[in-house]
């Protein structure tokens, strides 16, 4: 089946640095990615939509200058956290919708394995 | 304040046997979309299923349907046939869109546990 790359799976930086993720379909194409963020305690949050070759879609309440997201191919989406902070320290996991599968009701996400972010 | 609540934090059924997890939320829209995601222990997240809440037919893939009640504001997911590798958390989520964009609530989540 489809697979989506996501990289690294585990970082540990230093408060006040920028970390990127990288978010790869490999063998599809995705004009959609999406990026969660699940925290400590397992609770869930879409935090934005992004889109090949425009603007993310930030959900309400989600800073974009804070977390950068970037589409610039059909096949990579990466999520810049920066100037990261110790509360920003989660599990942040993408996905990619497959536009050829199906119809877009279908609506098929694949996830990648997620990133766990630990910010010292 | 747009709420989901999972108000089962475990659950658990026997192999081959169906098992409904429960999902109510609160909102005062009218167009938005329900979802059940399931993530195994290994973390990697499945969307499930997806309803729009404009559909009256509820959706279905596979073993997984749920039963959509939008007058009670209900999503339920019935799992059929449990298989061992139906184990995992299911988080139940809204979303909609306004004027302040598109907002997406997660329930807490229901750990299911599934007996061989």
């Known amino acids: 089946g489809a697979v989506v790359s996501q990289h690294p799976s585990w970082v540990i930086c230093k408060s006040g640095t920028s970390v990127k993720i990288e978010c790869r379909s490999l063998d599809f194409q995705a004009t959609t990615m999406f990026w969660y963020r699940q925290f400590p305690k397992q609770s869930l949050m879409l935090m934005a939509t992004?889109?090949?070759?425009?603007?993310?879609?930030?959900e309400q309440g989600v800073e974009k200058d804070k977390f950068l997201i970037n589409h610039a191919s059909l096949t990579l989406s990466t999520l810049t956290v920066t100037s990261a902070h110790p509360e920003d320290s989660s599990f942040y996991i993408c996905?990619?919708?497959?536009?050829?599968?199906?119809?877009?009701?279908?609506?098929?996400?694949?996830f990648g394995a997620g990133t766990r972010l630990s910010v010292l | 304040a747009q709420t989901v609540t999972q108000s089962q934090p475990e659950m658990s059924v026997q192999e081959a046997e169906t098992v409904t997890l429960s999902c109510t939320y609160d909102t005062s829209e009218s167009d938005y979309y329900l979802f059940w995601y399931k993530q195994p222990p290994s973390r990697q997240m499945i969307l499930v299923i997806r309803?729009?809440?404009?559909?009256?037919q509820n959706a279905t893939e596979n073993r997984f349907s749920v039963n959509f009640q939008k007058a009670a504001k209900s999503f339920s997911l019935k799992i059929s046939d449990s298989q061992l590798g139906d184990a995992a958390m299911y988080f139940c989520?809204?979303?909609?869109?306004?004027?302040?964009?598109?907002?997406?609530?997660f329930g807490a989540g229901t750990r299911l546990f599934v007996k061989a």
């Open positions: 309803q729009e809440a404009y559909k009256q």
């Open positions: 989520a809204y979303r909609t869109y306004n004027t302040g964009g598109f907002k997406t609530i």
């Open positions: 992004s889109n090949e070759g425009s603007k993310a879609t930030y």
């Open positions: 996905s990619a919708r497959d536009q050829l599968a199906g119809t877009l009701a279908k609506n098929i996400q694949y």
